[in-house]
């Protein structure tokens, strides 16, 4: 054998240990179960192929546009108060144009005035007039545009906290390019979505905020006690009441609530399910240093006052602040053991910025999945060997070249899956049957080519030569039409459509090296050997 | 061995028999696309709920229906899926019972009415549709075993146990919770025959599509194809010449059509993974045609006196025998996908079984013809265009004709 063939025989086996050690890691033991063992922890199947649930949600950004605006209106509210302008400010379409807000019935003279406010204030919004001293505020598109990216990142953070917390194994979370707003949750192993779906739903927007005035029975009754009109600046709320005998909540009254929280739950650092003195379940929560301080601020100055706790604007429980408290507080209510550990993970978890509503779910039972696989791995394994024999038979010799190749670029297609982490799922099984055929139509083109320049009177050594060169414009051709298609599809498809063109570029790359270099390496090995003037065997 | 050796197969003389053979597959599948069947599309692309359920016995269809009619499902389409001895029924309810607002209440209802078809057991859950999650829920408020404070751990993993038992050994259904005998501790099996009763089926699949999700998905799966067509067209056209390329494309999208036509007029659904079958189609269509597209490239360059269409003719033939086997052999690989593949990947082998042969065919039938079709028109339009310029500078000058003379 010579220098140079040496080398090339090198680098292939050095190719083979690489992504052997892709596809199996280093093994406990290389027994067949340490090597299954291996297998499964380095290639991921897809939710397809080993069960699970998959689910598409879509964040609604509007929820995360209103909250900001309601915000820039109470502050508007302040900033004209102290200015002494009047005017009315209300938000006339917050469900569709959550980024207007309107401001009615400001003086003439007071416009410059305003003009100054807005844009010291709130540099966010266009500022424009309207008819009948009206003016319109209109969140800036790209600040908008900002509040609905950011709803979308913070509510994937939110939703891996909760998942990760519900310890489930390797969840996928991310952004799906497909469509607005949504995000693709892939819970591998989770055939029972119920519970997940509702901890992923809940908005768990917990605010402290002084109860200014209550309880009433019912709306018309919190009204008549104020005369009509709710005092400035509070909000009626919905709570459960305690039933005077029983202590059971049952009813349902109302508290005048204040608008500003004192505290949110942006503030909390940690919330932990617990129980009462009676027993009952309850959750105990602390804030951080800011929220603590805030807090402090707060009961301080409203000692005899009452706080309420709400949760996703519905009053929890009231009680009446006794001392300054500083970080740490309780919510009680009446809730079940399952209820308030759901309620402190989501707490702790943080709140979603927005609400979230379910547009796909699909649930793949296990055995399913793994029936699917055994099936497919069974047809795939049947359908190789057909073709390896049937290679052998017709090309004799040459079809161990081409059998060779074929392995090697199996071996090399799952170790760049190994390696990238990338999930093999049922369309990428197709990617993989496209490169085999592809793969088989290398060796094809070539060992054609070479028995016709034999045929043609050359010497096997030129056949050979002559045969690849040939083949080899071919082959480029098809290979690169292909991945270049996969690339596009890549960047345009998602989910399984991405899949298929990952593992077919994989296996194009792949077989560009086994068919062409690898298959080359060993004819001349075999040429090498040869006695001059002895046939091929092709 | 050798099968096709030196063959010489006049194959554009036979084009109008190709023509023929392909318009009539592509106009039956057209016709069955707009008048008939339409194309059938899979629950990820057309939106709607789709519930498998595995029972312990053949079911019997119309006792499903009769449920289903019961809790008020309009029109459910209930069908056996797979071979009669899985026991398995699909029950689709269409996008009228899938709304985003509440995406799965379908599904509940559909496992509800199949619950109260069970026999009375109030207040309990049911042992075969629970999750782990579930069973650890409820083994750690009845504490059975009476552990400490590892508690949670070791119920967590008994209640994997046990998921994985009902599913792996028992292919989803226990007959009753005495089935664990063995396999968890029998104070667990007692507690859990207190709050949980089994159940004749499990549901083993469950597909809820919104209908937002369908409509997205479906253009996006078109555009990503159209665009990945473009992109292999600038390829042959920067390669080749922009004839070539549209050749080939013409070609991808003869078989596709063919492909859907034929899903469409069998009245089997377009799933997602049928698509992924439907690029792989492309691929190796465009692959077959690139190899005769070489050879012609190559052989036009040997043989410059020769027309066209001999050249043609002889470059299909010298890669028949490649041809040939290629397509061969993938067939084999596909027809063994095809049939021991299983139910789940049956729709994706059929596309690929009729789409290697129509592949196979139109880099033959269609792609290569094309070409010479092309070179004849261009050569008659040369011939009309100097016959015209002739006679209008004619009709301006006696000049200019002896120019062009």
Redesign the interface.
Known sequence: MNKNLLAKTLLILAVLIAFLFGIFGIPSSLSGKGLLAALQSRIHLGLDLKGGTHLILQVQVNDAINADTDRSVERLKEALKSANITGEISKPDPTNRPELIVIKGVPPESSSELRRIVGEKLPDYELASGAENSWTLTMKPSVANDTRKKAVQQAIETIRNRIDQLGVSEPVIQEHGLGDYQILVQLPGVDDPARVKEIMQSTAMLEIRQAVNGPYPNEQAAMQANGGVLPPDTVLMKGNALHPQSGEENTEEYWLISRVSAVSGNDLRTADAGHDENGRPDINFSLTGDGGRRFANFTGSHVGDKLAIVLDNRVQSVATIQEQIHDQGRITGSFTPEQTQNLALTLRSGALPAGIKYLQEVTVGPSLGSDSIRQGVRAAIIGMIAVMVFMLFYYRAAGINADLGLFLNLVILLGFLGFTGATLTLPGIAGVILTVGMGVDSNVLIFERIREELRHGKTPPSAVDQGFAHAWVTIIDTHVTTIVSAIILFLFGTGPVRGFAVTLSFGLAANLFTSVFVSRVIFESILNRHQRGEALSI | ??LFRNTNIDFLGKKWYFLAFSLIFSVAGLLSIFFWHGIPLGV?FRGGTLV?VKFSQTPNLDHVRQAMDRAGLKNPRIQSFGPVSDNEVLIDLGLQETS??A??RGKTTIIQALQTQNPANEGKQDLN??????LE?YLL?KDPMHLGTDAAAQY?ALAQTIEDFR??QR??ILASADDLRGVVPAEVISSLQEGFYASDF?????????P??GG??RH??L???L??????LV??WF?FELIYGVGAVVACFHDTIITIGFFSLLNKEIS??V???I??L???S??DT??V???IR?NIKLLRREPLADIVNKSIN??L??TI??SG??F??????Y????E??RG??LA?VIGILIGTYSSIAVAAPMLVAYQDWRARRAGEAVARSVSSARNKGREKVKVKA
């Open positions: 061995m050798e990820e498998y985003e607002a995406l799965d549709n629970s999750g782990a999650a579930t829920q408020q967590h599913n792996k292919g989803g499990v549901v083993r699949n469950v597909e809820i599509v919104g937002q999700v997205q998905l996006q799966a555009m990503a194809t665009y990945s067509l473009a992109g292999m390829y042959l390669r997602l993974t698509i992924a079958a690029l792989t492309i691929g190796y465009m692959n690139i190899v597209f070489d050879r190559e010298q890669t025998s490649r086997l290629t052999l993938t084999l690989t596909v027809l063994s996908l049939l021991f593949g299983g789940v990947l994706f082998s690929l």
